[in-house]
């Protein structure tokens, strides 16, 4: 089992930044990814940014690329993301995941609210 447990988010305005912080415990030996998700109000789950272990390679979604960078402590088996310029198109819950063994494990999620 791995655990997630995501902080960082809160209220922010619009041009501002955020930086979202997971910390990830329990069987976190050979984690293969580790990445975000969002979740808007009424619109369903959409990835944000991925994270690979072996090989620190990143990606991310079009509708945050050159916004947002996706980082990894790994002596604090930490992720985070940290998010520049933000619009309230940004407003929504942040998921933490994680795959490993074939599986993919969740957080709780933080809450994100971009408005002036």
């Known amino acids: 089992q791995v655990q997630l447990v995501e902080s960082g988010g809160g209220l922010a305005q619009p041009g501002g930044s955020l930086r979202l912080s997971c910390a990830a415990s329990?069987?976190?030996?050979?984690?293969?990814?580790m990445g975000w998700y969002r979740q808007a109000p009424g619109k369903q789950r959409d990835w944000v940014t991925t994270?690979?272990?072996?090989?620190?390679?990143?990606n991310y979604a079009e509708s945050v690329k050159g916004r947002c960078t996706i980082s990894r402590d790994n002596a604090k088996n930490t992720v985070y993301l940290q998010m520049n310029s933000l619009t309230p198109e940004d407003t929504a819950v942040y998921y933490c995941?994680?795959?490993?063994?074939?599986?993919?494990?969740w957080g709780h999620g933080t809450q994100v609210t971009v408005a002036s």
């Open positions: 995941y994680a795959t490993r063994g074939g599986l993919l494990y």
């Open positions: 329990g069987s976190i030996f050979s984690i293969y990814a």
């Open positions: 994270t690979i272990t072996s090989t620190a390679s990143t």
